[in-house]
């Protein structure tokens, strides 16, 4: 499976969009990009998945880039309870159930 | 509908016994896959169970081991326990273990003393 680059952190103000980027230069053709987050102490929660087209969901919206090397998820309006780590994973379509997670980025939503 | 489950929420057991920690997946799915995570590693899949078989490992002794019944509920065991696997325990569950997306339960914490 591809690697994937997060920055370690963000912070992001309550209401306002909040921008996660995400690069997979190594992506291969079969390869999807899911986002994941994980509040303390809870699994990783599902959020969006995609492979080449742009996704949105109730939860959030995937932008790939055309040569799908990086791409961002946005939170329209960041609440206090976004307040998560965020995992961006690139996987097969038959890697059977493995899940690679990176680091992921800390994402701090304040008041 | 009702998530995936884990059992027990939490564990506590000595160095040398064995668990078994117990995953409930979602109606109607039927690939189980299990993780750990600790605070060095972060989160590492331990393997992929589809119709009772397993079909995908990760790199882990042969201490940690796991099984899936007819129902589609799983177990995974750990024997000759280790200061080392001290962690959280995931379950996740997807309809086919393919490209679809697994869903996670909020696992079970095993302490060993």
């Known amino acids: 499976d591809a690697k994937t680059t997060q920055p370690t952190s963000m912070d992001c103000a309550e209401g306002r969009a909040a921008n996660l980027p995400c690069n997979h230069s190594?992506?291969?053709?079969?390869?999807?990009v899911y986002w994941y987050r994980q509040i303390h102490s809870q699994g990783p929660q599902y959020i969006i998945h995609g492979l080449k087209n742009n996704e949105t969901n109730e939860m959030a919206s995937l932008i790939i880039t055309e040569d799908r090397k990086s791409s961002t998820l946005i939170l329209p309006h960041a609440t206090l309870r976004d307040t998560a780590v965020y995992y961006c994973?690139?996987?097969?379509?038959?890697?059977?159930?493995?899940?690679?997670f990176g680091a992921g980025t800390q994402v701090v939503v304040t008041p | 509908k009702a998530g995936v489950t884990q059992t027990p929420r939490y564990l506590i057991k000595t160095r040398g016994q064995q668990v078994t920690l117990s995953c409930s997946p979602i109606s109607g799915h039927r690939s189980v896959s299990w993780y750990q995570q600790t605070p060095g590693q972060g989160l590492q899949f331990l393997f992929e169970?589809?119709?009772?078989?397993?079909?995908n490992k990760g790199n882990f002794p042969g201490r940690f081991s796991g099984r899936q019944f007819s129902n589609s509920r799983s177990e995974m065991n750990v024997s000759t326990l280790e200061l080392g696997d001290s962690a959280l325990y995931l379950c996740?569950?997807?309809?086919?273990?393919?490209?679809?997306?697994?869903?996670f339960g909020d696992g079970t914490r095993l302490s060993i003393l």
């Open positions: 190594t992506i291969s053709g079969n390869e999807y």
């Open positions: 994973i690139v996987r097969e379509t038959d890697s059977w159930g493995k899940l690679q």
């Open positions: 996740a569950s997807s309809l086919d273990g393919g490209f679809r997306p697994q869903h």
């Open positions: 169970y589809f119709s009772e078989t397993q079909r």
